[in-house]
């Protein structure tokens, strides 16, 4: 059985830095892009971030490029999500998925398993 499960998330101020981390289980994602969405209250999930298996290939939302950087460790089954110069509207439920494809995608239609999420709120 295939299990997400996020990790990291917390109360921090603003101009800070979190690290996110993803733990993936049941089976080998070293193939597959692995990426992270995020949801704040009354909204739809979003895109963040994206990267290839091989971490070779990433994307990123324009509203986090620069701040926020994806990455993994497939030795340990393991995404990332470094975020930093957070901002209040950076505060949401974040959310690692994996698209069983190689091509990282922003369409959170494409993924195929989720986490449960993990809370990050920023104060200003």
């Known amino acids: 059985q295939v299990q997400l499960v996020e990790s990291g998330g917390g109360l921090v101020q603003a101009g800070g830095s979190l690290r996110l981390s993803c733990a993936a289980s049941?089976?080998?994602?070293?193939?597959?892009?692995m990426g992270w969405f995020r949801q704040a209250p009354g909204k739809e999930r979003e895109f963040v971030a994206a990267?290839?298996?091989?971490?070779?290939?990433?994307s990123y939302a324009d509203s986090v490029r620069g701040r926020l950087t994806i990455s993994r460790d497939n030795a340990k089954n393991t995404v990332y999500l470094q975020m930093n110069s957070l901002k209040p509207e950076d505060t949401a439920v974040y959310y690692c998925?994996?698209?069983?494809?190689?091509?990282?995608?922003?369409?959170?239609?494409?993924?195929?398993?989720w986490g449960r999420g993990t809370q990050v709120t920023v104060s200003s």
């Open positions: 998925a994996v698209d069983l494809r190689t091509i990282p995608s922003s369409d959170l239609h494409e993924y195929d398993y």
């Open positions: 049941g089976r080998t994602f070293s193939s597959y892009v």
């Open positions: 990267i290839s298996g091989s971490g070779r290939r990433t």
